[in-house]
């Protein structure tokens, strides 16, 4: 498939699908937590849908999770002109066994395909693999950028607990190396869950900005990009609590001997080569994160379409005083950096 540049309007890198049906299991045993769909009342003039984990409501969803003209008709106005699709992270089913995984992962892969076909060029997708099997993963990520033509990856925050900075994640990351494979990480499953006060939402408003912080500075920890330097790898929710916890990483490394023998780079020249999606909801801590980890490295995300995203992200970047190269950056031309989309600047 051949991409072409953003010549106008901005490109959301986090938005997901679900697709309106989920599959059968194919094997003699249906795991526990093999998800499924079943019709909901339909709310606002959209179709709904629950999704059913465990036999229990996960979420409920509408139509705009997996129709594509549905999904087209909104992006204008939200000053989008191309939307990177990956699927709802509750989906990504590191706890089932791997062939099960493989299965079910294979199906959204095709689905998200589908919806990207299905768009006239609106729309990219990210693929899921099953990172709790690497040789698995491996082979569904090339399957899926090179027969599928999805253009990146999408990973949790932890695989079972399991933070992707560990090492034994190391050979995937090499992969997604070799292949020029971009990789967006999404908050799932997070700890500090029973630290929390109050209904279930706080997991998505306060946990998941913890969770994929953590998730972030792992990777630093880890020195992963020193291992992989042409690795492009990205965080949702502006990268969650990486912003305020990396001048206590910084310190650290510079007073403790074993984390100076541990961090091969400065946490901070390491965080400066990821990359973040700007769903942070205030014009003034997008400021900050622009200031802690330069305007290359935002793009824009909207969470895209559950209740709880960011409606006009575009306009959310204009209205944050940055000056025309800074917006111009966050609207498009880091996307195009991350998505390895030819840049807009070099087609006038």
């Known amino acids: 498939m051949k991409l072409q540049p953003c010549a106008c309007g901005g490109i959301d890198v986090h938005a997901h699908v679900v697709p309106e049906r989920l599959p059968d299991y194919l094997g003699a045993h249906m795991p526990a937590l093999w998800p499924s769909s079943v019709e909901a009342p339909a709310q606002g003039g959209l179709c709904h849908r629950h999704v059913m984990i465990a036999g229990r409501q996960y979420r409920t969803i509408s139509e705009k999770c997996w129709s594509t003209p549905r999904r087209l008709a909104d992006l204008p106005g939200m000053g989008l002109k191309h939307q990177v699709i990956s699927p709802m992270p509750e989906l990504l089913s590191y706890w089932l066994a791997p062939a099960d995984a493989q299965q079910l992962l294979r199906y959204l892969n095709e689905q998200t395909a589908a919806m990207v076909a299905d768009s006239e060029g609106a729309l990219l997708g990210l693929a899921a693999v099953p990172l709790q099997d690497i040789d698995l993963a491996i082979a569904e990520l090339r399957h899926a950028v090179q027969a599928l033509g999805l253009v990146g990856v999408e990973l949790g925050s932890n695989v079972n607990g399991v933070p992707i900075g560990d090492p034994r994640f190391l050979p995937f990351f090499q992969a997604c190396e ?10 799932l ?3 500090g869950m029973d630290r929390l006060v109050g209904p279930a939402p ?77 769903l942070v909801f205030d014009e003034a801590t997008l400021r900050h994160l622009v200031e802690r980890f330069g305007a290359s490295q935002l ?40 998505l ?7 087609q006038r």
């Open 299 to 338: 793009m824009l995300g909207s969470d895209y379409p559950f209740a709880f995203h960011e409606r006009a992200p575009a306009e959310r970047v204009a209205a944050a005083g940055f000056d025309a190269a800074t917006v111009s950056a966050l609207l498009h031309g880091n996307a195009e950096r991350f």
């Open 189 to 191: 499953k997070p700890t």
């Open 340 to 346: 390895g989309l030819p840049h807009t600047e070099t």
């Open 202 to 278: 706080l997991q998505q408003v306060l946990a998941y900005p913890s969770d994929v912080g953590l998730a972030a500075a792992s990777v630093i920890t880890a020195n992963l990009l020193l291992a992989c330097p042409r690795l492009r790898i990205g965080f949702s929710h502006g990268g969650g609590t990486l912003a305020m916890l990396l001048p206590r990483l910084q310190q650290g490394w510079q007073v403790f001997p074993a984390l100076r023998e541990q961090l091969q780079a400065s946490p901070v020249e390491q965080a400066r080569r990821l990359f973040f999606d700007t």
């Open 178 to 187: 070799a292949l020029d494979v971009p990789v967006f990480v999404h908050a």
